[in-house]
């Protein structure tokens, strides 16, 4: 008897017990898959490779490119290491082209534009110049009777910069004619940029230069002619300029302290001459001008690299403008005067 019930209580704990495991069986199974789900959603997935994000670009999928070349240019430390921040930079100009945002792209390839890398400098320069000749994101060619194109789109941008250059050439080579015969620097400096800047857009349009390399060629040989003496005579006046700046004279009065000047000490009752105001203003546009000079240097310099021309010459010529440009500085900063953020 007592056989026959325990057997009956364990029947029964054993049909509850398979009662309950159908119960919390769909239970337990959810957890599995939202713990599984969790674990998905949460794990970490690897930031696109260069070639995959130029691969976003040219599908025309660039909401996703400019948010994934925003995800890459926040990586630090080893993360970034695979990138190179100034073609990603490039390519974000490019992608907010493509997004009708021609202010903000821009702002960005005007930074690009400083990249030590010609490819990546050249080509920045030209969509600068092309964004420049824009409104909005529209070109409109003043030759050949041409439609406004909206450059937002790659394929209208190539024929804007094919319109541009034959919109910019013929005003371009009038210009520079005056400064190929000139005897200073000032003409060349002040045609330079428009020959760079359409260097760099006939070189997207055609991939060469042929247009716009013989005016820069005649600028730079002129140029360098000129460059070598007149930045001698520059450094020769700012010579002359701080001689007088270190003269000192008798105060007639006594002082128990000593202080220091730039070429060493000026004893009690003896004042350093220093600058005076036309002194100080022929200093500060030297600066300005040799930081020309030495900005002309290194876009010729550019434009010999791409062509296999002189380099080395218009290194040596960049080097040595920065040179006196940095003594004038030396001058000025002896006396409290600072040119930087001017």
């Known amino acids: 008897m007592k056989m026959r019930a325990q057997k009956g209580q364990n029947t029964e704990a054993a049909i509850l017990a398979h009662r309950i495991s159908w119960i919390f069986a769909p239970i337990a199974i959810l957890l599995i898959v939202r713990s599984s789900n969790a674990q998905t959603a949460t794990a970490p997935t690897s930031p696109p490779t260069m070639e995959q994000l130029r691969e976003l670009y040219d599908s025309g999928d660039y909401r996703t490119c400019i948010q994934q070349v925003a995800g890459v240019m926040r990586l630090t430390g080893a993360a970034a290491k695979p990138y190179d921040r100034e073609q990603l930079q490039l390519l974000r100009g490019e992608t907010l082209i493509a997004l009708n945002d021609p202010a903000t792209a821009k702002r960005v390839l005007q930074e690009a534009s400083k990249s030590s890398q010609p490819d990546v400098a050249i080509r920045a320069r030209g969509l600068v110049a092309l964004l420049s000749k824009s409104r909005g994101s529209i070109y409109t060619p003043r030759s050949g009777g041409g439609k406004p194109l909206d450059i937002s789109d790659p394929e209208n941008r190539k024929r804007a910069l094919e319109a541009m250059v034959t919109d910019e050439i013929g005003g371009l080579e ?117 930081r020309q000079v030495e900005d002309t240097a290194k876009g010729a310099e550019r434009m010999a690299r791409m062509a296999q021309g002189d380099v080395a010459a218009w290194e040596e010529i960049s080097a040595q403008a920065s040179r006196v440009a940095e003594n004038a500085q030396a001058v000025l900063d002896a006396e409290g005067v600072s040119t930087t953020g001017n």
């Open 174 to 290: 009038a210009a520079a004619k005056p400064a190929q015969s000139a005897d200073n620097l000032k003409p060349i400096i002040q045609i330079m940029p428009r020959v760079l800047d359409l260097n760099a857009v006939e070189r997207l349009a055609t991939g060469e230069d042929v247009r716009t390399r013989p005016i820069g060629a005649a600028l730079g040989e002129r140029a360098r002619k000129l460059i070598g003496s007149e930045l001698a005579a520059q450094a020769q006046r700012i010579q002359g300029i701080e001689q007088l700046a270190n003269g000192v004279y008798d105060t007639g009065r006594t002082a128990s302290s000593e202080r220091q000047s730039r070429r060493g000490t000026v004893g009690a009752g003896v004042t350093r001459r220093g600058l005076n105001s036309d002194e100080r203003e022929e200093l500060y546009n030297l600066v300005e001008y040799l």
